[in-house]
């Protein structure tokens, strides 16, 4: 019966096939160390991807990745798939060594490198990188546009205030202008009742003649009579 990948329990140690002592320059053949390795796969990736695509939905990765054209990955191992080998009920609890051993083993079964699930794996991180730099100069340009119209709607509102308070302070100083021509004409009014009064106060004993202010309540016989 042919043994599933994760049957596969091995130990890979990159890191001592590369190993040298320190100021010995590198012999022929030598492995490259991982860090040289990464570098130049990283090197192979387009640091910027193109988004050909709209995205509708910024919640879903894979629409992203779609969008940046991210080649599929060989026998389908992409990053991701290799994220769910590892999550696996048959190896999630495994030791770290033993897990990468069973992936690696499982890898060149499909005749898939390493090396192309490590590209995967770059081209989607810039892709998600790059999306977030779209995302992030649309709210910028949405937050100046929005900043910009309340500005604008701000100094609409202050000018009308302005007016408003303008129209406001004129009413309040008409109404004063009008109290101050009544108080003065009331004034000369109850000069001329009273000259009226005392004229006809030498003809009759009950004055008709109403004098001083209206609003206040009459008194109960106003009669000038002379002495």
Known sequence: ??????????????????????????????????????????????????????????????????????????????????????????IRNLPSDVKKSSVLVALDAAGVNIKEVIQDAIQRDRALDAYERVQQRALAELEAGKT?????????????????????????????RERERFTGWRLKKQQEEKKIADTVSYFVSENPITTGDLSVAPASSKTSQRS
């Open 1 to 90: 019966m042919t043994k599933k990948w994760y049957n596969y329990i091995i130990s890979i140690d990159d890191d001592s096939a590369s190993a040298q002592k320190p100021g010995s320059a590198p012999k022929p053949g030598v492995q490259k160390s991982a860090s040289q390795s990464v570098a130049e796969i990283a090197a192979s990736v387009a640091a910027e991807p193109k988004f050909t695509n709209p995205v509708s939905d910024p919640t879903s990765f894979e629409e992203i990745y779609h969008a940046a054209e991210i080649p599929a990955a060989p026998q389908g191992y992409s990053i991701l798939k290799v994220a769910q080998m590892l999550e696996s009920e048959h």
């Open 148 to 176: 910009k119209e309340n500005n604008q709607i701000q100094a609409d509102i202050d000018r009308y205030v302005t007016e408003q308070r303008a129209k406001m302070q004129a009413n309040s100083d008409a109404i004063s």
